[in-house]
Structures are given as structure tokens and as C-alpha cells.
């Protein structure tokens, strides 16, 4: 994500990734240069931290916020456990 200057924003979150999913979007007008292209999503669920970084200080949280789907090339490193 870019900010109106051009810059590439980032963002420290935490959260639990739940899901990977993979698919092909469908080759209709309405998803312009995305149809007929496979991508692989990601369903989080964020943990609300109040903004807190735990690099810079301890980091707590009591509640999570609302699940998100996002393009998995936007989370960068990914740490825990694997429920197979």
C-alpha cells in the first residue's frame, strides 16, 4: 500500500492467520487484469494491541478485531503453530 506522496506504507500487526485459500478468478470484465489469474488470500483475524509494537514495548491484548482477507504477498513474516 502506497501512501498519497507514493511511499510504501507498513504496519507491525499481530493476529491469527486462520486460512490460505487459493483461486482462479473468473475471466469476466468486472475483475478487469485479475480475471483468468490465480491468487492465494489470507484470513486473519487481528488482534487489537492498541497500536503497540512488541519490539518497542510489552504488547498485551484482551480482544480481537473483526476476521480480514488480504493478498498474502502483504504479510511478510508469519510465526506459531500448524494444525494439520
Given at each position: 500500500?502506497?501512501?498519497?506522496?507514493?511511499?510504501?506504507?507498513?504496519?507491525?500487526?499481530?493476529?491469527?492467520?486462520?486460512?490460505?485459500?487459493?483461486?482462479?478468478?473468473?475471466?469476466?470484465?468486472?475483475?478487469?487484469?485479475?480475471?483468468?489469474?490465480?491468487?492465494?488470500?489470507?484470513?486473519?483475524?487481528p488482534w487489537d494491541t492498541d497500536?503497540?509494537?512488541?519490539?518497542?514495548?510489552?504488547?498485551?491484548?484482551?480482544?480481537?478485531?473483526?476476521?480480514?482477507?488480504?493478498?498474502?504477498?502483504?504479510?511478510?513474516?508469519?510465526?506459531?503453530?500448524?494444525k494439520t
Open positions: 500500500m502506497r501512501d498519497s506522496a507514493g511511499s510504501i506504507l507498513t504496519r507491525t500487526g499481530y493476529g491469527d492467520l486462520e486460512k490460505i485459500i487459493a483461486l482462479v478468478v473468473p475471466a469476466k470484465p468486472f475483475f478487469g487484469a485479475l480475471g483468468g489469474k490465480s491468487i492465494i488470500l489470507a484470513l486473519v483475524k497500536g503497540k509494537v512488541a519490539s518497542e514495548e510489552n504488547v498485551f491484548f484482551k480482544d480481537r478485531k473483526v476476521k480480514i482477507i488480504m493478498d498474502i504477498r502483504s504479510l511478510k513474516t508469519v510465526v506459531g503453530l500448524v
